[in-house]
């Protein structure tokens, strides 16, 4: 039995530094996260929010700030009424230079048995860090329209 | 071939700037999957029961199955023997499936690896290491048109359990 986490690695032609820095800097992250801001101070205890269109969708705290190698916060979901009674999870990326490249792996685990959070970040991980790709290799992030994820917010 | 009874070990997904008849061919055809593919040469006769081959750069067949769903461009499903000798009797016949759906102007290529029977996290550590690579290489190509340079070699774990296994990886 596998655990309860999910795990994604992709490639990408660009430097750790310019990586990490579009991990955390809300100027990117709105462009390839479904408009999504990443409002924290980066220092480990201080809390971050995840805000998508204005609404905090996430909040947790920063565990590890490691530039330009690692970034590691708290998970709690606040939006869907269902998903907000889950434990915090854990999402950890690790950057490492590869060649000419820089491989990226997201570890997003510490979810329960049965976790529907866990269901929708499996779905929603793979466009937001294919759109981060796109942006930081030709420039443009990827149009990818928030149904097209597929997510089944439980009621 | 029944295929009722395999389950995936492992699933990948990547949204692609490019169109599905575009991901089908660079899956399809051996100009692309050279490039991708670590050097490997892919040959698809594009009906059931058709052949499909991954050819080393030497010329000699690396992968070989055959076609088992084959939906042009939605869904092509193929067994996926690596020519390691005792791997196939050793581990069952492996599939290998790729999905690709429109999402807005992008495509949704889903990449699944199953097996009949369970398969230990050792073994599977190949492909969870392999297939992010190729794919990430793939959206690379299709979208800059350069593929990536990923040097990669098989995991330790898994020559490891192979070892155990009793399966010798030539060359290793």
Redesign the interface.
Known sequence: MSKPEFVYITYIETTPEKLFQALTDSAFTKRYWFGTELRSDWKVGSPVEVVMDGQVTDTGRILEFDPPKRISYSFHHEANEVLRRENPSRATFELEPYGTLTKLTLIHDEFAEGSLMLGAIAKGWPAILAGLKSLLETGKALAIPHAAMKIDLPK | MDISTYKPGIV??????STPEKVWQALTSAEFSRQYFSGLAVEVEERVGGAFVLRAPDGSVHISGEVVECDRPRKLTVTFNVNWPGLVEALGVELVRYEI??????V?LTMSQLHDRPIS?AILSGG??GW??IL??L??LL??GKA????MQPPAEMLDALKQLGIKVPGM
Do not use: F, H, M
Request: aromatic share 8%.
């Open positions: 990948y997904s990547i949204y692609i700037a759906e429109v999402a807005g102007d992008t949704r996290d969870r290491a992010p690579a990430s290489s959206k690379s979208e800059t990536l340079t990923i040097p």
